[in-house]
């Protein structure tokens, strides 16, 4: 009786407020298509990257996909800024992708002594927000490849404005300057913390590179050797 109410009550949930497709909109009708908040057409649509892109001739960028792409840019949306947990279900299915895609590339991410560290939040958003997101992606990166996860080996000084609104570069690269350090916890040099000598920088999304080249600089005045990005997006 008790399954049978259960699913009535998902059957008018469904009639009452129909999930519907994060991307064109339209309805879900399987739990496959529910459970990764896009259309089976939507979902399929992702393109997933190949390639590591050059930041600079020491750092690489991983980017699971492109930031240009509404399904996966509403993901990302609505995982950061709606605070919808659930989207890092179809998150995770989408860099489960690209490992097994890249099985090539991987290597790369499995140097001796490496970990992941994701990108900070400040304390003060990180309380408004209640999570996150680069955290939780640096996750599903850990379980993955079996890595260690350094969360509280960077930490955000101050509280920077949102730059989603910011369209000059220099602008950017101004709000985040020296607002991210080695927590203190940690010292001041990666040489006393051999599982951190190759990094791998985890964010949601790289779009003009200020937050992630501000981290990497920090990474590279405490000792790290090797490092590169990695994010779900990338504009």
Known sequence: MARGLIKTWHTLLDVLFPPICLSCRGYLPSPEEKENLLCAGCFQGIKIYSNIFCLSP?????????????????????FKYNGFLAAKIPIEKLIIKWLEINRSLIPILLLPNSCLIPIPLHRSRLQKRGFNQAEIIAEILSRRLNLPLEKNLLKRTRDTKSQIKMRSTRKREENVKGSIQLSPLKGDNLGALPQCQNVILVDDVYTSGATMQE???????TGAKEIIGFVVAKT
């Open 58 to 78: 020491r750092v690489g960028l991983i980017a699971v996909g492109s930031y240009e792409n509404t399904a996966l840019r509403e993901l990302v949306h609505y």
């Open 215 to 221: 981290a990497i600089r920090t990474l590279r005045r």
